[in-house]
């Protein structure tokens, strides 16, 4: 089947969603994705981000479609056209979709682990707008323990469902949920349960923002600080396969390996994500590298990095003449007409 | 009087029972259908009789049911849904509450015509007295061998449960209400699939109001032609109306589509009239999730023709200036009602009930709801008005379940046509402190406050 997105044109199998064909294609026609998760089965549809503009429907139908469509749950026809990055409609729309998802966020980055990987963060910086309209006060939650591994921090939660499918698909007894309806829903395990499931931790992986977040890695770095390594170990539970994110010769955190999409490759099992953080545990592979548009690409050391020089005045740190005489209230008398300066 | 098809027989004492409403020639369209009808040709009739779905959308109830894939094999549900929870409707209940057996007469009949074996009732938590109603009419039923296995001698059999939710209005939607049927969190699913391909437990179902489902009797016993005679145009047959507010003779009336506003309003058959004769002021005519209608526009269309309770007369002019038919739940206001005050109310509600499936809703009908009540409380800005006009539109269209919009176009209506006293409400904030503002100074006699 042909399709194509803001003009750039590809063939796909029958069952492709848009979403799928546009991440074929690649580039800025990407539509951001803060709930489908190709990894899990019956995932998408809810956030609204990835919202398209079908412009023909198909080659047999080609009238538009009037609505804009959720790109993770809309089929390809043969010979559709859409329009992602094109269509102002759909600017607006992913606006929109970000500020709806800002307005009760606590948006604490600067103590929040998930800060540089965070899709909510990258949302905001490409589609987000720089004025606050919602002047209430944001909801909050009660703090619930849901284990030792985990932490829960409902406030930054986007209810994006995808640790639901986790604990339905990978983990034998799913022992959380969504309880509540409307803005005051939550991820909770309703009667205090803990969650320790051994392939519990993926739902820190697939969580799209810092509501789920690994506890033994708590507030001990920022992720772009740390060096991220390819590594492996013999696992009966799992493939192994993880990413090690070094601080020095320290294994500060492990998680999956993660695609540009920032979805994982192969989920891991608890056991090697929470509990070998030893180097000697792993056989270490090499520096990971991150395609997709993140903060830690700023420390990414595949690239060859120059040095940066930043050109200054020669006498910066004594300041300007003309302000160390005012600073020090000599011979200058204050005039309005200065301050204005 | 009009043609009766649903109430006719309501006010004969003991029709609540089995034995009166037998007695008074129910269930002869389950012998009809059963012994002298194809399933096709009930749908047929039921094609030509033009009734449209009473739930809220509309949707003609015999294309709906030939969707429904017979092709597949798997077994097929007809699902009717009771759940009525729009704020301003409650003619589901009278007509369970007082003629249980014509929902279930209707419910074999049809099921009879989808070729359902398995078929349910949901309704909603909050009226479990008329559960028991139904539960106890069901076993009825099946003691006087209208369910079961063979029924009547033939080789149809049809189990029929009631099936009651846990206080939920996102369960009157459709597929939330499979979804909460099996026994799962009532969150709406994505459609396509529609439920006539996938619908309860993965089978082709169809889903069906009350009152949809109890006109199907007299269609079988009389002719999908019959029906069609009465009303107009493609608002045929008979409607139930929930008339509530500033009327003087609020209650459930079944009308022949097609009468006007002006007669449901002011005969004494139906509303009476105003209550104290005090002016009209805003007619909600489909329910909570309709464009409210200002008084101008009410008796007459934007373009001078009389408005008619019919689907197309109620929403002519598009949201600009008309509204729509939806479950018939007819809310009157009179002058000393407050436009704002009613939005709030109606956003609060969405905002209990959205599901919290997708961001637009979820968080947009929370804002929606807090900026209302900032005016309505006196500590709104003029900016704000923009602003809830802002979330309606970016919420409405972008949502997974029709929820959003029906949370967005009460909004969008009310700023439309009532803008002044959204600005009356920002300008003078001590005056609406008062919870009663317009109780003795109604928005008509102080508008000049604002108008300059
Ligand atoms: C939020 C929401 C609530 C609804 N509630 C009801 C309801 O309480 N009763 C009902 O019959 N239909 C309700 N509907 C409409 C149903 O989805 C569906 O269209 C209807 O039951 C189909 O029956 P009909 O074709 O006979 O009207 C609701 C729809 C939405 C979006
Ligand atoms: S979840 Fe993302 S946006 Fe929210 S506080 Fe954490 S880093 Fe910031
Ligand atoms: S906790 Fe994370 S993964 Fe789970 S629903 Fe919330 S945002 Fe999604
Ligand atoms: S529109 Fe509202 S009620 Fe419907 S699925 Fe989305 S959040 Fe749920
Ligand atoms: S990714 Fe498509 S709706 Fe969330």
């Keep these: ?341 | 009087m009009a043609t009766k098809i649903l109430l006719d027989k309501i006010n004969v004492p003991g029709i609540r029972s089995y034995e009166v409403y037998r007695q008074q020639g129910g269930y002869s369209s389950v012998e009809k259908a059963l012994k002298t009808m194809t399933p096709d040709e009930i749908t047929e009739e039921v094609k030509a009789s033009g009734l449209r779905g009473r739930g809220g959308a509309g949707f003609p109830v015999g294309l709906k049911w030939s969707f429904i894939d017979k092709k597949s094999g798997k077994p097929r549900h007809l699902v009717c849904n009771a759940d009525e929870s729009e704020p301003g409707t409650f003619k589901d209940r009278y007509l369970m509450e007082y003629i249980p057996h014509l929902l279930i007469e209707g419910m074999i009949t049809s099921s009879y015509a989808l070729g359902a074996n398995l078929s349910y009732i949901y309704i909603r938590g909050e009226y479990m007295w008329v559960f028991k109603t139904l539960e106890r009419a069901i076993k009825e039923a099946y003691a006087a061998g209208w369910l079961g296995k063979n029924i009547l001698g033939t080789d149809y059999s049809l189990d029929l449960h009631v099936h009651c939710g846990a206080g939920a209005y996102i369960c009157g939607e459709e597929t939330a209400l499979i979804e909460s049927l099996e026994g799962k969190r009532g969150n709406p699913r994505i459609k396509p699939p529609f439920p006539a391909v996938s619908g309860l437990w993965g089978n082709p179902t169809v889903v069906n109001n009350v009152e949809s489902i109890a006109n199907v009797p007299w269609i079988v016993n009389n002719s999908g032609a019959d029906y069609a005679k009465l009303g107009v145009g493609r608002s045929t047959g008979t409607k139930l109306i929930s008339a509530s507010g500033h009327i003087k003779k609020p209650g459930v009336y079944e009308i022949e589509l097609g009468i006007s506003v002006d007669e449901f309003i002011n005969s004494d058959e139906y509303c009476g009239g105003m209550m104290d004769s005090r002016p009209l002021k805003a007619l909600v005519p489909g329910g909570s999730s309709v464009p409210v209608l200002p008084a101008h526009l009410i008796y007459k269309t934007a373009n001078g023709e009389d408005r008619m309770m019919t689907y197309e007369s109620l929403a002519e002019g598009g949201f600009e200036s008309g509204s729509m038919m939806g479950s018939g739940g007819f809310i009157v206001y009179n002058d000393t009602a407050c436009i704002v005050r009613n939005t709030w109310n109606f956003a609060r509600f969405y905002a209990h009930e959205s599901c919290g499936q997708c961001s637009p809703c979820r968080e947009g009908t929370g804002w929606l709801e807090k900026v209302l009540h900032r005016i309505e409380t006196g500590q709104g800005t003029m900016e704000d008005i923009d602003l809830l006009w802002d979330i309606q539109k970016n919420i409405e269209g972008n949502t997974i379940c029709p929820l959003g919009d029906a949370a967005a176009w009460p909004v969008a209506a009310a700023i439309r046509h009532f803008r002044d006293e959204f600005e009356y409400h920002v300008l003078y904030p001590e005056k609406v402190k008062n919870r009663d503002h317009f109780m003795n100074e109604p928005f008509e006699s102080i508008k000049h406050l604002i108008t300059n």
């Excluded at chain 1, 606006?95 to 980055?109: G, Q, R, S, W, Y």
């Excluded at chain 1, 606050?132 to 985990?150: A, C, L, S």
């Excluded at chain 1, 592979?285 to 690409?297: A, D, T």
Aim: aromatic share 8%; with cysteine; charged share 30%.
């Design chain 1, 1 to 341: 089947m042909k399709v194509t997105i803001d003009g750039h044109e590809i063939e796909v199998e029958p069952g492709t969603t848009i979403l799928q064909a546009a991440r074929m294609i690649g580039g800025e026609s990407v539509p951001p994705a803060m709930c489908y998760y190709s990894k899990l089965e019956d995932t998408g549809g809810k956030c609204r981000a990835c919202l398209v503009e079908v412009s023909k429907g198909s080659e047999a139908d080609p009238r538009p479609m009037p609505k804009l469509m959720a790109s993770c749950k809309t089929g390809v026809m043969d010979g559709m056209e859409v329009k992602s990055i094109s269509s102002d409609r759909v600017l607006e729309a992913r606006k929109a979709v970000t500020e709806f998802l800002l307005i009760n966020h606590p948006l604490d980055c600067p103590v929040c682990d998930q800060a540089g990987e965070c899709d909510l963060q990258n949302l905001s910086f490409q589609h987000g707008i720089s004025q606050k309209r919602f002047k209430e006060d944001k909801r909050t939650f009660e703090p619930e323990n849901i284990g030792d591994n985990i932490q829960l921090h409902m406030n930054r939660c986007i209810l994006c469902y995808r640790c639901v499918k986790v604990a339905e698909q990978l983990t034998d007894d799913r022992v959380h949920g969504v309880c509540g309806r409307g803005d005051h829903a939550q991820i909770s395990t309703y009667i205090s349960n803990a969650i320790d499931n051994e392939f519990s931790g993926n739902m820190i992986d697939v969580c799209p923002v810092g509501a789920l977040t690994d506890k033994t890695f708590r507030f001990k770095s920022r992720v772009w600080f740390n060096k991220p390594y390819n590594a492996h170990r013999n696992c009966t539970k799992c493939s192994g396969k993880v990413t090690l994110w070094m601080f020095g010769e320290e294994i500060q955190r492990v998680t999956a390996r993660k695609d540009e999409f920032h979805e994982v490759e192969e989920f891991i099992c608890n056991q090697c994500r929470f509990d070998h953080k030893e180097p000697t545990d792993w056989v270490i592979e090499g520096p990971r590298k991150f395609e997709k548009f993140s903060v830690i690409n700023q420390n990414n050391y595949t690239r060859k990095l120059d040095k940066v020089v930043i050109k200054t005045e020669e006498h910066i740190l004594e300041g300007r003449e003309q302000d160390r005489i005012k600073i020090s209230m000599k011979n200058i008398p204050y005039t309005e007409h200065e301050s204005k300066e």
